[in-house]
């Protein structure tokens, strides 16, 4: 039986989403999908210049599995460049993190009555919390 894949820590989550080499018409453009999840292996590693070990504890998978993500988005990206081809970003196996810098990875609590959200205190389970505006237990969010 197959292994489940662990979903990827992604902390951003580009506006872009698609390239083009200029003057070449869409319908005669061939097309390359760089995942959600390659991108965050490329940001993180070749624009933040994180190290391997760091940029895999980010994105909460092991540095073999990171290497070989990076390693198939530089491909891709290295083959549009080449050969002239558009870059599609989507897809992936991956869930958005958000919060303060996606260093400490803050989460959310979220009342689940009223969908009233906080920031999540260090070291208090969001379970232990009451939801400020309508007395629910809150739990935690994304």
């Known amino acids: 039986m197959v292994r489940p894949r662990i ?3 992604v ?4 506006e872009a989403t698609y390239f083009k080499p200029a003057g070449v018409r869409m319908v005669d453009l061939e097309e390359i999908v760089v995942t959600v999840d390659e991108m965050e292996s490329l940001r993180l590693k070749d624009l933040l210049g994180l190290d ?3 940029a895999a504890k980010k994105m909460n998978i092991s ?3 990171f290497h070989r993500l990076v390693l198939g988005a530089r491909k891709k990206v290295a083959d549009a460049l080449v050969n002239g081809k558009a870059i599609r970003i989507e897809g992936g196996n991956y869930k958005m993190i958000t919060g303060k810098g996606f ?3 803050a989460m959310n609590c979220v009342c689940p ?3 009233y959200k906080m920031p999540k205190q260090r070291a208090v389970p969001c379970f232990k919390l009451k939801c400020p505006k309508c007395g629910s237990q809150m739990m935690r969010g994304d």
């Open 103 to 105: 260093g400490g990875i």
């Open 113 to 115: 009555k009223c969908g």
């Open 52 to 54: 391997q070990s760091s």
């Open 11 to 14: 902390g951003f989550k580009p």
């Open 7 to 9: 979903r990827r820590r």
């Open 63 to 65: 540095q073999p599995t």
